[in-house]
């Protein structure tokens, strides 16, 4: 799966922004699709999840602030953030987390990242 993440930028606190998500490729294979982060000199970390069924999943710092939604028909996940901190400052992924069967009959796991988006969070 190709994953195109769009949409971020610089925002003073407080503000919003809304990132895209774009897949192309063995989309109807896609299970999870996860919206990731990384700080400068930390590690990427979780923020929020939604898979195929809908369930959606949020790491406690952005509950309330952050919501992930999908539209299957144009094959992209939002991360809509709200009331943003300067804490949120980071590059934002996107990965799809799936299953597909191999020519040969075999399962396939894998998880493809797209390439990040930068969320500067300031004044």
């Known amino acids: 799966v190709q994953l195109q993440a769009s949409g971020g930028g610089l925002v003073q606190p407080g503000g919003s922004l809304r990132l895209s998500c774009a897949a192309s490729g063995r989309v109807s294979s896609v299970q999870t699709v996860g919206w990731y982060r990384q700080a400068p000199g930390k590690q990427r970390e979780l923020v929020a999840s939604?898979?195929?069924?809908?369930?959606?999943r949020y790491d406690d710092s952005v509950k309330g602030r952050l919501t992930i939604s999908r539209d299957n028909a144009k094959n992209t996940v939002y991360l809509q953030m709200n009331s943003l901190k300067p804490e949120d400052t980071a590059v934002y992924y996107c990965?799809?987390?799936?299953?597909?069967?191999?020519?040969?009959?075999?399962?396939?796991?894998?998880?493809?990242w797209g390439q990040g988006t930068l969320v500067t969070v300031s004044s």
């Open positions: 990965r799809a987390d799936g299953l597909y069967y191999n020519d040969g009959g075999e399962p396939v796991v894998y998880a493809d």
């Open positions: 939604i898979t195929s069924d809908g369930s959606t």
